[in-house]
Structure formats: structure tokens, C-alpha cells
């Protein structure tokens, strides 16, 4: 008896990090199984921020746009499609400088700046695109995310490995207190991981690693898709 009361005991404990997870009154084991995937990525998202800083509002702004309409019109170049390329409005701002006193200097300077995302299929052109950018004035690259078009089934890959491994922990728990696995009586999350806009999914964490080379290439990152489910199974003496 004291083997069975120690396994609801250590199941109840168990289960307190993750709230919500419906718990039977016979005897039972909680266990977290995780399963990961990792694939090359195929598509990179790009944000740049074009930035300029003048005494005048309207030569900033001017500036500005036209750094942006000359990446626009080298787009095409890069085979982008114009669904894949979005242009930020205008952000337009004071910046003030104040002496000891608090007073306010002038000229006062304003700080113009618009954003532009897009979506490469072609990654061996990542770094070509990167340059056209700089070339056509942005000041800088804000955000590289790398994404594959496979995401729906590598999270299905990855949350079935989940539930395997969770199905052999319990099995192995109920079979070292001299017990045998009984059926599924819940199964839960143990929280929402998002990342790189992934989608709103309540069992999945997806990490992308990756650096740059100085030589303008990009190494090739990988993408690891992690699932993790919280799973309590009957046990059968």
C-alpha cells in the first residue's frame, strides 16, 4: 500500500507545475515527454530600419523615403513578391538637447525613420539583399528570422516523439514500483512558448541558431522545433 500511496504522492507533486491537469482518484503517474525535430530553414523574414537625422523635418523625411523607394524598386530584382514586402509608415520625432540648466538648445534636430519587412525564399541571397539595403541608405539590419515551410508537419513529428516519450517514462515509473501502465486519463501543456512568429500554438518551442561570418556569408542556422506534453496515466496493480 505505502508504493501506491507514493506514487499519488509523487504525481500530485508533479503535477502542481501544471495547472489545470485533471488528476483520477486511483492510482496514477504524471510525466513530461518531450520530442524535438531540427531542419535546415528555407525562408528568411528581413526587417531593415532606414534612419536620418537632420535639422530639418522635411529633408529627413525626404532622405528617408528615398532610401526606402530604392530598395522597393530593387525588390524585383530578388524575385520578392509584393505580398512578401511591407513598408512602415513614417516615424517622425524631436531630438532635444538640454544644457546644465535644463534649458533647451537649440537647433532642435528631428529623426526620421520607416521600417521595411520581407520575406527571401532564396537564402543563398540572403547576404546580396542585406547589401542592396545598406546601399540603397538604411542604417540598419534590426532582425533576421529563419522559418521553414515544413512547420506544420515538423510539429506534428515533433509531438508525436512527445507523446512516446512520455508514454515510456510512465512505463517505466509504473513498472519500478511493481505496477503496470493503465490508459491515458489526461493529457495537458505545461505553457505557451512562441518564437519568431511561429503561430499561436499551445505545445511547441521553436529555437533557431545561427551566426554570420565576417566575410558577409551566413553560416547555416538550424531550426529545432521542441514540443513537450504533460501526460497522467492510470496505473494498474
Known amino acids: 500500500m505505502r508504493t501506491w500511496i507514493f506514487i499519488a504522492l509523487l504525481s500530485l507533486s508533479s503535477a502542481a507545475a501544471v495547472a489545470g491537469t485533471p488528476l483520477p482518484d486511483a492510482p496514477h503517474v504524471v510525466v513530461q515527454g518531450e520530442g524535438k525535430v531540427s531542419v535546415e530553414p528555407d525562408s528568411a523574414i528581413v526587417t531593415m530600419v532606414a534612419m536620418h537625422r537632420a535639422a530639418d523635418a ?3 523625411k525626404r532622405v528617408v523615403d528615398r532610401a526606402v523607394n530604392a ?11 509584393p505580398d512578401a514586402l511591407s513598408a512602415s509608415d513614417l516615424s517622425l520625432q524631436e531630438d532635444v538637447d538640454y544644457d546644465d540648466d535644463g534649458r533647451r538648445q537649440q537647433p532642435v534636430m528631428h529623426i526620421a525613420t520607416r521600417e521595411v519587412e520581407v520575406r527571401l525564399n532564396d537564402l543563398e541571397r540572403l547576404g546580396t539583399w542585406t547589401d542592396a539595403a545598406l546601399a540603397a541608405g538604411f542604417t540598419r539590419i ?3 528570422r529563419f522559418e521553414s515551410i515544413r512547420q506544420a508537419r515538423l510539429r506534428e513529428e515533433a509531438r508525436a ?3 512516446a516519450d512520455a508514454r515510456e517514462k510512465a512505463s517505466g515509473l509504473a513498472s519500478a514500483f511493481g505496477g503496470r501502465l493503465g490508459p491515458v486519463y489526461s493529457v495537458n501543456s505545461p505553457g505557451m512558448v512562441e518564437s519568431y512568429g511561429y503561430g499561436t500554438t ?4 521553436i529555437v533557431v541558431t545561427g551566426s554570420r561570418v565576417d566575410a558577409g556569408r551566413y553560416l547555416q542556422p538550424k531550426i529545432d522545433v521542441t514540443e513537450r506534453v504533460t501526460a497522467v496515466f492510470e496505473i494498474v496493480r
Open 58 to 60: 522635411g529633408e529627413a
Open 71 to 81: 530598395l522597393l524598386d530593387t525588390a524585383p530584382r530578388f524575385d520578392v513578391e
Open 142 to 144: 534590426a532582425d533576421i
Open 161 to 163: 516523439r512527445a507523446v
Open 202 to 205: 499551445s505545445l511547441d518551442s
